[in-house]
């Protein structure tokens, strides 16, 4: 066979460059034993994939539940040898930042990890870069341009906007999807850096802002937030001038 | 995210009350280090990086105990799979069981997980190469365990 059958297996898993590619694909069309090895790779990971399928059905036990309730460490758990150290870290509560926290904490509770299996493809709303996840799309418009409590036409609402310690304008926002979403964003050079994502709740098919902004978004406003939101002057002026930074705040 | 983490632990332990133990202590260890994760960069590779050390820990210390557990309940319960489905996945999680954890934790997030190549040597700390190798030797290994060895050759 003219290629190892780690080669193929890589392909069959979708690693291998373009060129890489398209010569199996030539070879396979070649020789059916190589098309069958592919087929088989194929197939045998689908297998084990399946074979653990169900775990993602199965309820989440009740004591997980109680360990993202609050920025408490949670007591108990089987492995002996951990708790000394557990005990050592509680010290270091005060320690914790909490955006960091509140992230961590509602993508566990909530079950899903966003970002990298809710949404992908061209018209994500964000994407990641070296930077961490940006807005993009209709996302990085409506933070760009729409005031907040406005109500556009699109699927975000903008809620509140604040400076944060470093002097960079953040926004929180709503993304209305069949999930809604609510999250902060903070201006980062020409871009909206994702602060934070967290499961939002509707009531009654509308999204009130208010209300409706998750408790981990609020506390990564408070811990970030520098003085008060700015009001609608502040915020229009902010806007106008394309969230620019200026030097003699941040300082 | 819990179901994920939950199954992850599910494949690299070998066995339920392990498993659901050290999402425990994973989590618990991540929430507490929770600012060593730089916000927007994978929370899920990060999350399995903890999980692994934590087993990796927990499989020394047993050792060190002599008191190294049998791999007897692998898949104890998998649900309300249909019969069929669930021979197939015990049959699948018991040679899973059988391999070296290091492979089984490179097929748990490559094949169970489906990271790229890269992002799970990058969450293992491993080179490209390194995880390639464990990836195919420990599907190797398995099939020659369920007794499939293909046709192809």
């Excluded at chain 1, 999807?177 to 499961?199: I, N, T, V």
Aim: glycine residues 8%; charged residues 25%.
């Amino acid at each position: 066979m003219k290629f190892s059958d780690e080669t193929l297996m890589a392909y069959a898993d979708g690693e291998l460059d373009l060129v890489a590619r398209a010569e199996i694909e030539a070879a396979m069309a070649e020789d059916p034993a190589i098309a069958r090895a592919v087929e088989r790779h194929r197939a045998f990971a689908a297998r084990v994939r399946s074979a653990y399928g169900g775990v993602l059905e199965e309820p989440v036990p009740e004591r997980f539940a109680d360990l993202v309730k609050g920025p408490v460490a949670a007591p108990v758990v089987d492995l002996a040898a951990k708790r000394a150290e557990r005990a050592e870290s509680r010290a270091t509560i005060g320690r914790w930042r909490l955006p960091q926290w509140t992230a961590l904490a509602a993508s566990l509770a909530v079950g899903l990890f966003v970002g990298m299996l809710v949404m992908r493809g061209p018209s994500a709303p964000y994407e990641e870069s070296a930077a961490g996840l940006v807005a993009r799309g209709e996302l990085d418009d409506a933070l760009t341009q729409q005031l907040a409590g406005s109500v556009g036409t699109g699927r975000v609402r903008v809620g509140i906007s604040f400076r944060d310690r470093g002097g960079a304008y953040c926004r929180t926002f709503h993304l209305e999807r069949e999930a809604p979403l609510a999250g902060l964003a903070c201006r980062s050079g020409e871009e909206w850096k994702l602060q934070l994502l967290a499961a939002a709740s509707v009531h009654e098919g509308e999204l009130r802002p208010a209300a409706a902004m998750p408790m981990a978004v609020l506390h990564a406003v408070d811990a970030a937030i520098e003085g008060e939101p700015l009001d609608a002057a502040a915020e229009a002026a902010a806007r106008d001038a394309g969230w620019l930074t200026t030097p003699d705040v941040t300082e | 995210m819990l179901p994920r983490l939950r199954r992850f632990a599910r494949v690299i332990t070998r066995n339920l009350q392990d498993a659901d133990d050290l999402v425990q202590v994973a989590v618990e260890k991540a929430l507490i280090r929770a600012e060593q994760w730089r916000p927007g960069s994978r929370m899920d590779s990060w999350m399995f990086g903890i999980m692994k050390n934590a087993w990796i820990d927990e499989i020394r210390a047993r050792r060190r105990r002599e008191r190294v557990h049998a791999p007897e309940e692998a898949g104890a319960d998998i649900g309300d799979a249909s019969a069929e489905a669930r021979d197939i996945a015990l049959s699948v999680q018991a040679a899973m069981a059988r391999l070296p954890d290091e492979q089984r934790v490179a097929i748990a997030l490559v094949l169970v997980e489906g990271f790229s190549y890269k992002d799970a040597a990058e969450t293992l700390a491993i080179p490209i190469g390194t995880l390639t190798s464990r990836l195919a030797r420990g599907r190797e290994a398995l099939q020659a365990i369920l007794g499939d060895s293909g046709t192809a050759g």
